[in-house]
């Protein structure tokens, strides 16, 4: 009997990253290698479990996975709401102006994530 599993969530970031982030911020482009170094990492690891399911391990989300579409936004303030989890708290951003647009959209990490994986559909 098998169990069918679905890798759902982030995957640690690699302590490079982390600590280049601490520096820069997330938004520099100087840190592409990193972030590129991290996703493929995590691509080969998911591929060795033999996973039918293959993921970037949201590396480049990094604030948290809902507001990484808007980081970096001129009119946006981290004061917003803070929603609990089990064990965390995230903080969501607070619009300061319209129009609400994103700055990124999540199929921007998909071309990314395709160099890399060897089971794509």
């Given at each position: 009997?098998?169990?069918?599993?679905?890798?759902?969530?982030?995957?640690p970031r690699p302590l490079a990253l982390i600590e280049a982030i601490k520096i820069?911020?997330?938004?520099?482009?100087?840190l592409d290698p990193l972030f590129d170094?991290?996703?493929r990492d995590?691509?080969?690891?998911?591929?060795?479990?033999?996973?039918p399911v293959i993921t970037d391990g949201e590396q480049r989300k990094y604030?948290?996975?809902?507001?990484?579409?808007?980081?970096g936004l001129p009119n946006i303030?981290?004061?917003?709401?803070?929603?609990?989890?089990?064990?965390?708290?995230?903080?969501w951003p607070?619009?300061?102006?319209?129009?609400?647009?994103?700055l990124m959209r999540a199929d921007s990490f998909i071309d990314v994530a395709k160099r890399y994986a060897h089971v794509c559909a």
């Amino acid at each position: 009997m098998t169990i069918p599993t679905e890798p759902i969530g982030s995957i640690p970031r690699p302590l490079a990253l982390i600590e280049a982030i601490k520096i820069t911020g997330s938004l520099d482009p100087a840190l592409d290698p990193l972030f590129d170094e991290a996703i493929r990492d995590t691509i080969d690891r998911f591929e060795a479990t033999g996973s039918p399911v293959i993921t970037d391990g949201e590396q480049r989300k990094y604030h948290n996975f809902g507001t990484y579409c808007v980081d970096g936004l001129p009119n946006i303030a981290p004061d917003g709401f803070k929603l609990p989890f089990i064990a965390h708290t995230c903080q969501w951003p607070r619009l300061t102006a319209g129009p609400f647009r994103y700055l990124m959209r999540a199929d921007s990490f998909i071309d990314v994530a395709k160099r890399y994986a060897h089971v794509c559909a």
